[in-house]
């Protein structure tokens, strides 16, 4: 695989794992082309909507043609644009997510006071720390990492060794910030926790 431009806006990662770059205060979402279902992590802004659909159109598929979409945490920098997939994708997220993004909770979602006008919506499904969903060539397993806020997950697949952290880690190692319904505690275990993992892996590798 190439290495793409810098300002590329479409970066493919692992064979059919797809990076769709926003612009700030917007997350970067991901598509992953599964044998069975296409499935986008996070959404990023509403009023990144449009790019998000035309990058799409550019990987062949057309928004209606997302099957699934897992939302790390309820932030509106990460489910803005999630109302225009609603009525023909299943929505997934953590119960404490969910909950907050059932109620609309303005206090921890802040899209209406940061970012252009959406629809609500709501998960059709909760997501469970160690749930794994299967897509054929790929199997995500989720892992609850509170901290930067109460309902963040981190997606972890094994065979191409990524590890979608949403906002529980940031580009490059960075650490996030506390917001609303997160705390510190839960972020320092969180943290442990995947390094745990990371450890556990190593040895794995130098084993094998």
Known sequence: ????????????????????????????????????????????TASNYSNLAQGLVELGLQPSQIHLVILTHEHFDHTGACSHFFETAVIGAHPLAANKISLQDEFVMMGKYLDGASKPFRADIWLQDSSVIDLGNYRITVIHTPGHCSGCICLYEPNMRVLFTGDTVLAGGVLSGILGSGNVSDYIVSLQRLSAMRKSYRKFSRAS
């Open 1 to 44: 695989m190439s290495v793409p431009p810098r300002d590329a806006k479409i970066v493919e990662l692992k064979p059919d794992v797809f990076q769709l770059r926003s612009e700030r205060p917007g997350s970067h979402v991901y598509l992953i082309k599964g044998l069975t279902k296409n499935v986008l992590i996070d959404t990023g």
